[in-house]
């Protein structure tokens, strides 16, 4: 197993494990099935399970299912299969509505010890009431209210005797703590909603404060790792904890959140992308969802690896998304097959070729990779090139073909631009090459050398192939902009390219999620959703190029 690189929570890990403070580790990482998983997802992902696996703990996956409203089963399945997917097997799989009738016992404890109470401010009034971080808050008028008349009130907003909002259970700390999380905060909503696990069994609901280190308690986690913006809310998770008197005792750590360059990530972005039909649903491969990567092309491998090198820290920072890409490239050098395809085609008729010919030519599956061995592509009389490997009136240093140029055909000879064919309207459709049979690939020849090598399918067994290419999602940000720019004023217009194109007909088996080099194109990626029995469709997951140094 692959060693994750030392951070400050596996420190913290480690030092509880040697000072006996814990005896084994227990992680968790815990989802609300509001949404897919998305790269930051996969952060903590890898977090929770590779602390845990490389020192002999567990990690559950729990379901953070305490607000219904946004929850759905559709998600819980996503879930899953991402988790599962990036190569990882939690032990428990728990689910915190599970919980529920732990959760009430403890809050009637908090009662009963006179730590919680029922309020019957409003939402606005609580709010109000809370004062600022200058301000110390006002005590509610319910706050001194006898136990036994709370925990009535408490029972009977569990029965369904009140309407949503007209009251709630609050924790009873200090008004005035300079940490407003501890000025009473709620602890138990109304809500009468059909929940994805329980149905209509409650009505009530915890605030997450009260529901997560309870949730940790239960299940013995041990460190509960989080993102930085619950930094705050330690103090009143170990409130919780204490006061609830459970028998495990979790502790929170914070790391900071990924982000990365020109992606929108929070879940609720991504959601309104799906909702408003600017993508085509929660795995389209723009989306930097799990679920989206994988459909672009992305490996297991090659996410793991980026998430174990950008590290973990305390401090925000945004990752180049470059550098994701460099460990997709780096996964799949030595283990995509090289292939050739054309996305924009042009007719070439090779004159000297005979007619009705078609030879078989070997070329390399992986140069990098020997090992994979060989495969026949054919040759005729008749190929595709790419519209851009040929331009009539050609700039200096342009070493493609253009009329009277020779080029090499990888993996063949050759060729020589004779005659440019034009339609009505003037635009090239065809061009008239001739070839030197001196010149095959393999053969030896070194009678002259040409600067251009350019890739090509025969032109009567090709097979006719889709192939989308993409740009980001979102445009960054304008500097000047003089209003607040919505992230859907940003959705760049151009982040799908469809072009219908032509590959070798070796191709004809692939399966979705198969992965290729196209020769000078890049990464593709057979789509999982699109390609038919006729049609393979191929996703661009990276090109060749990358500017990124490391
Ligand atoms: P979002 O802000 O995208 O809606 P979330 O934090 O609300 O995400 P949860 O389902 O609550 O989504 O997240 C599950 C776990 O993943 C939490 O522990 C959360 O801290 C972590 N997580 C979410 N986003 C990121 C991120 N960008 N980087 C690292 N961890 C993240
Ligand atoms: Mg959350
Ligand atoms: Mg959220």
């Known amino acids: 197993k692959t060693n994750i690189n030392t951070n400050f929570i596996k420190s913290i890990v480690t030092d509880d494990l040697k000072e006996g403070r814990v005896n084994s580790v227990v992680t968790r990482f815990p989802p609300e099935p509001n949404g897919y998983l998305h790269i930051g997802h996969a952060k ?32 819980v399945r996503s879930i899953k299969e991402d988790v599962e997917w990036l190569g990882f097997e939690w032990d428990g799989l728990f689910f915190a509505s599970d919980y ?40 509610s008028p319910y706050r001194n ?24 259970l609050r924790a009873k700390i200090d008004m005035s703590s300079p940490n407003i999380n501890l000025r ?33 308690a239960h299940e013995g986690v041990t460190h509960s790792i989080c993102t930085l913006e619950f930094e705050d809310q330690r103090p009143l998770y170990d409130w919780v904890i204490q006061e609830c008197e459970t028998e495990h005792v979790p502790h929170q750590y914070e790391f900071a959140k990924l982000k990365l360059t020109d992606t929108i990530m929070g879940k609720r972005y991504l959601k309104q992308m799906v909702d408003e039909g600017v993508v085509d649903g929660w795995d389209d491969p723009r989306m930097p969802t799990v679920s989206g990567l994988r459909r672009r092309g992305f490996t297991p491998e090659s996410i793991r690896n980026f998430c174990r090198e950008i590290g973990v820290t305390k401090s925000d920072s945004t990752v180049d998304v470059k550098y994701l890409e460099h460990f997709i490239r780096e996964d799949l050098k030595l283990k995509a097959p090289r292939t050739m395809g054309v996305l924009k085609p042009l007719k070439v008729v090779i004159t000297n070729y005979p007619e009705g010919q078609v030879e078989m030519l070997d070329a390399e599956i992986n140069s990098e990779n020997p090992e994979m061995g060989i495969r026949q592509i054919p040759f005729s009389r008749e190929i595709y090139i790419e519209q851009d490997d040929f331009m009539e009136n050609p700039p200096s240093k342009y070493f493609r073909l253009f009329p009277g140029n020779e080029v090499r055909l990888k993996h063949a000879y050759f060729i020589k631009c004779e005659e440019v064919i034009k339609d009505e309207a003037g635009s090239v459709i065809e061009l008239r090459c001739t070839y030197d049979p001196e010149t ?30 993409y740009e980001p999602l979102v445009l960054p940000k304008q500097e000047d902009a003089e209003e607040e720019q ?65």
């Open 44 to 75: 903590s992902i890898c977090l929770n399970f590779e602390l845990a696996d490389e020192l002999g703990g567990k990690t559950n996956l729990r379901f953070d299912d305490t607000n219904p409203i946004k929850e759905d089963a559709e998600f």
């Open 100 to 139: 529920f009738d732990f959760m009430y016992e403890k809050a009637r404890l908090l009662i009963r010890k006179g730590k919680a109470y029922v309020c019957q401010l409003n939402a606005d009034e609580i709010r109000e009431s809370r004062g600022t971080l200058t301000q110390p808050g006002k005590e």
């Open 145 to 168: 209210r006898p136990e036994e008349e709370s925990l009535d009130l408490f029972d009977r907003m569990r029965k369904g005797e009140f309407k949503d909002g007209e009251m709630v």
């Open 184 to 216: 009473d905060p709620i602890l138990y909503r109304i809500s009468h909603t059909h929940h994805h696990n329980t149905g209509d069994t409650w009505c009530i609901y915890p605030m997450y404060a009260f529901a997560h280190p309870l949730e940790d």
């Open 440 to 469: 095959k690939s393999g053969s030896g020849f070194t009678g002259r050398k040409v600067k251009g090598t350019i890739h090509w399918v025969e032109a009567t067994k090709a097979l006719p192939a889709e192939f989308r290419l």
């Open 486 to 550: 919505s992230f859907l004023d940003r959705i760049n217009p151009n982040s799908l390219e469809v072009v219908q194109g032509f590959v070798e007909p070796n191709m004809k088996d692939v399966a979705p999620n198969d992965k290729f080099q196209f020769f000078r194109h890049g990464y593709f990626n057979v789509d999982s959703k699109a390609t038919t029995e006729e049609k393979p469709v191929f996703n661009q997951t990276v090109s060749l190029k990358s500017s990124f140094v490391i």
